[in-house]
């Protein structure tokens, strides 16, 4: 199969990118947070195609994008209140959804789920092929599972090229870490995964939020768990990752006596002159958190060469967008984090 290249400059893209996720194609369309692999997310045999491109457990379920809120209604029922104050306030924007599905939508996007994630993509170009299609696209993060996702089109080339139907170029994504998802079906709202819209965020309009465990913690892959997705290994270059936490110095100190010729240092800028004999990679900067999360999985491709053996990393602290850059690289490390602090 030959992919096509499609520019988001481009006037015809919407209408041509449109036409082949209505004919059951695959088509890569960006988004403010990562790249997605979409489909037709009511037509069970273009989903199924997601799945296969990707390597996807049938379980994890997809997210459906869709161009406008009033569309939500049309594979959700019972949707509370709060879901349209979300939606009002931070759509289109990086936040997802969950809420309970209708029978329109197909047990192989939700993963069999009574339940589907719903979201309004920040990025004009995607909401107007979800238009021409005049169907809601289904898609989770184009990467191949388990890799570290997709942030510019030439990351999805190098994943998915010939593979599938269509790559639309938008340019790298501004946010860099997929959408945060929020569970409105029970009592409480439920925060599954952390991204661009924070907790502080949602608690000022919610009032209320539960951080689900696996957000925080390594999930056991057996586990029952709200978000399927959760349990994955995830984001992982093909090395070890471990994450060093402590101050500057004393991190330095701990990974320059632990550091072998084949091992990598992924740091932040500021911190570059202090690995200088460690080949070090830098994500972003510190200071600017946002520079960190738009960053991190590029130089976690960049990473994912089988000859480094180990990359000790360095995770920013705190709360906000921070939140979801450390679950990204707690996840990428398998929760591997030595507290520099603590040795000696
Ligand atoms: P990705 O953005 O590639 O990680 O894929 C979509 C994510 O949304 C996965 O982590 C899923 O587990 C999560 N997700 C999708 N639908 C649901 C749902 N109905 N309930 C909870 N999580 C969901
Ligand atoms: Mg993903």
Redesign the pocket.
Known sequence: METLYLSAENPDTAVIAGKIIQQGGLVAIPTETVYGLGANGLDEAAVAKIFEAKGRPQD????LHVSETAEIEKFCHSIPEAAYTLAEKFWPGPL?I?LPARDTVPKRT??G?S???VRCPDCQVTREIIRCAGVPIAA??ANISGKPSTTTAQHVRHDHDGRIDAIVDGGPCRVGV?ST?V?LTESRPRL??PGGITPEQLRSVLGDLVIDKAVTAQIDKDAVV?????KYKHYAPACDVVIVSGSREKAAAYIHSHFEASDRVLCFEEELPLYKDCAPLAYGKESDVSTLSAGLFSALRILDDPGIHRVYARCPIGEGVAFAVQNRLKKAAAFHIIDAEAEV
């Open positions: 994890n379920p997809l997210i997802t969950v939700t993963g789920l339940t589907v994630a989770p993060s997929e998802i569970d599954l995964r709200k978000a399927p997705g959760m």
